[in-house]
């Protein structure tokens, strides 16, 4: 069996070509929930509701994507979900190696690292004085996460859930990291479950609100709104709306529980109420899958990668990304 804990597979001009004339292959964007165990219960977690209590062993996992390999499936893109999936260091020492692109969503609660070939998303859902009461931590907990994020090393960006008790404190959350190292507070919205009560939705209008205002902080903020113009707007309801009435993750992704079973129709699970996404996948998806808007996605890359070396952000430490848009990655 391969170790693959160091990088290995790696982008190469053939996959932009074979992307750019055939498209995005199909599973071409997996997640794979690294671990069923997280130290957090956070209100607004979908994972908790699907209670699983086991989990393939490392072997089990290794020897899962061996066997995806044999079958010829791409290795393009996987999002290391969990649970905390830095509980389980190992599987993401031997596991990353497989993928060009890697992305670990973390609760930021145990040290990042030390791999420094893959984008980490700190899930940060609420600001200083919410954090408790939203995720279940105590009093220390978000000054722990702050400082585990804070690493000029590793290519870290925070993504921040909008959920309805935080819809009028979004412009206090770039101020809240602009004076660390992460790259970029990347913005979404929380996906119910058929049957929700609700109460943590942000419906359609106050969404389209925020929205409007992220834009604005853009001409502040710059980059460090990791959001493009393009996803924003495409996140605005009316075509959003239009692209979950068939979700594109759907046909260019997949999502593998702990037990490497395929979920449908993606990691929030058969639960999920697409009709209320607030997830920033399927306009990632949409991007990936129509040439138009990859085209102008990676053209959008290109300039902000340009904007990057001549250090003109107006925060003054965006540390530019390359432009494998490795930190649109994100959601899986
Ligand atoms: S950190 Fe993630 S997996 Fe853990 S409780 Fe919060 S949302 Fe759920
Ligand atoms: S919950 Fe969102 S991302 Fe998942 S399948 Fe439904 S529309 Fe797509």
Known sequence: MKDSGQKQNRWKLKDFLRIGLGGFPEQGMISIDVTYRCNLSCTHCYFRYQRYDTELTIDQWLSWLENRRAHGYPFLICGWLGGEPLLRRELLEKGLGYFKSNVIFTNGTLELGPWPDCTYVVSVPALRTQYTSITG??????????????????????????????????????????????????F???????GDNLQLWVDWKSRDLIISQLLELKKIYGDFIANTRQELIL?????????????PFYHIGASFDPMGRRKLPCAVGPEADCTRCGCILPVFSQILSKRRLMVHALWDGIQKELRGRKRTNTVGHWNSLPASRSRHEIHI
């Open 137 to 186: 931590a105590d009093a220390k907990t978000f000054d722990k996460v702050k400082a585990h994020a804070d690493r000029k090393d590793l290519q870290v960006l925070i993504s921040f859930c909008i959920t309805r008790p935080m819809v009028n404190r979004v412009p206090e959350v770039p101020k809240e990291w602009e004076k660390t190292a992460v790259k970029g507070v990347y």
């Open 188 to 194: 979404e919205f929380y996906t119910p479950r058929y």
């Open 235 to 247: 996140m605005k309801a009316a075509k959003f709306r239009a692209i979950v009435d068939d979700c």
